[in-house]
């Protein structure tokens, strides 16, 4: 995505912010709420790939830092970045690549990336049939739904294809047209060979019987800084301690998911997929905890953010890359790190 038209893009959408997200659960609320500070989430998209976070609000771990937390799902990371530079947000949870697009274009009061939450793409291959034996080559010729231009789901998908020497724009047909989140019924109405999904949308579609998971974008990817959290720098100079509190909470939530069952967890998370049976999500906590998904703390360091750079770079949607130093704010989560 060129850089000025996504700022172009960002500046547009700030303009009907209010509109944008839709309110999930936001968790139980401490019985002396006057004593809590308001902050407002806004999250990319509600997914069982973010099960520390729903963890954390479900347990009360926000509520124990001090804060009453509000949690919109904006649906894109464009439209988080749009949350944040608008003051509709508070702190942004999305692909880190957004908060750089932004520094590039010499935004002063930019947004700073300082917890990493999820380490492994957490989107999935689906195909019209079972395939054992899926190649990634077997996608040579064939119409693929896939994701926005200069978004992680996307570029990660082409980072994929180039490992295994496939063209992305000459090799097979990626249909980029459909809005985030609803692929999957596109997949399922349609005639495309394949799409890109997240959960629950993938199992979704093999529940339904549309559709089974060929491959994982997590494991054929490797590690990478998939989702971090980030906030403006004015907000850091006034609200420190709101940083750690929030930072504390999401550490609690990776603590949890990390010690306990697939099972154990999908009881906690269930009021925040009320429309989704407790055994699904089960199968879903399970599937992202056997790929290595959620790291052991939230450090966000600077080989990971490189690795972005490059992936970004090499998508061509990154002329020269950026400082670590600016984007990246370490402190808040080696605390959090030490008070485990």
């Not at 172009?8 to 936001?26: D, E, H």
């Not at 399922?188 to 629950?200: I, L, N, Q, R, S």
């Amino acid at each position: 995505m060129n850089l000025n038209n996504f700022t172009k893009r960002i500046l547009c959408l700030a303009l009907s912010v209010l509109l944008l997200g839709t309110f999930v659960g936001c968790g139980k609320k401490a019985s002396e709420e006057k004593t809590l500070m308001p902050v407002t989430l806004s999250e990319v998209a509600h997914s069982i790939f973010y099960a520390p976070q729903y963890v954390a609000i479900e347990k009360g771990y926000f509520e124990e830092e001090g804060i009453d937390l509000t949690l919109i799902n904006s649906a894109g990371a464009d439209k988080v970045m749009t949350a944040l530079i608008s003051d509709g947000a508070d702190i942004g949870f999305m692909g880190s690549e957004a908060s750089i697009y932004v520094y590039a274009e010499g935004n002063s009061d930019y947004a700073v990336n300082f917890a990493q939450l999820t380490q492994r793409a957490g989107n999935f291959l689906v195909g019209r049939e079972a395939d054992e034996d899926f190649k990634w080559e077997d996608l040579k010729g064939k119409n693929v739904l896939g994701g926005r231009a200069g978004g992680m789901p996307e570029m990660v998908f082409e980072y994929i294809l180039k490992k295994n020497g496939i063209d992305p724009k000459t090799d097979l047909s990626i249909d980029q047209s459909i809005d985030f989140g609803l692929t999957a019924a596109a997949f399922m109405e349609g005639d495309a060979d394949y799409t890109v999904e997240f959960e629950p949308f993938a199992t979704k579609i093999e529940l339904e019987g549309s559709g089974k998971v060929v491959a994982s974008l997590g494991v054929d990817s490797g590690y990478v800084p998939y989702t971090a959290y980030c906030a403006k720098k004015s907000y850091y100079e006034e609200h420190a301690d709101v940083i750690q509190g929030f930072t504390n909470a999401i550490q609690k939530g990776l603590d949890y998911v990390n010690s306990h069952t697939a099972e154990e967890i999908a009881a906690v998370i269930k009021p925040q997929f009320e429309e989704t049976e407790e055994s699904t999500i089960a199968t879903i906590v399970e599937r992202y905890l056997s790929q290595d998904t959620w790291k052991e703390d939230l450090v966000f360091s600077q080989e990971s953010f490189d690795l972005l750079q490059d992936i970004l770079t090499e998508a061509g949607e990154l002329s020269e890359k950026v400082p670590y130093a600016d984007l990246v704010n370490t402190e808040y989560a080696k605390k959090a790190k030490t008070a485990k």
